[in-house]
């Protein structure tokens, strides 16, 4: 990990793209140094059933940072 820990948040995380925006941090974690990761949508139902995903992507990757869905 290079310099501190990041924090990413995505605006708009309903979207059918956020699962891959996810793999890809975890691709990338090492460089990164992502240690927590917020989801943002307005569209509560589209939040809920994509931040899920993205927390079992996260999950079966062994995150260990922090997710929050708001």
């Not at 820990?5 to 891959?20: L, Q, W």
């Not at 993205?54 to 940072?65: F, P, W």
Request: hydrophobic share 40%; no cysteine; aromatic share 2%.
């Amino acid at each position: 990990m290079r310099g501190e820990a990041m924090k990413v948040a995505v605006i708009g995380a309903g979207s059918t793209y956020t699962p891959e925006l996810v793999s890809g941090l975890m691709r990338e974690r090492e460089r990164l140094g992502v240690s927590e990761l917020v989801l943002h949508d307005i569209d509560a139902q589209r939040r809920e059933v994509v931040g899920g995903l993205a927390k079992r992507i996260l999950e079966r990757q062994g995150y260990s940072g922090s997710v929050q869905l708001t």
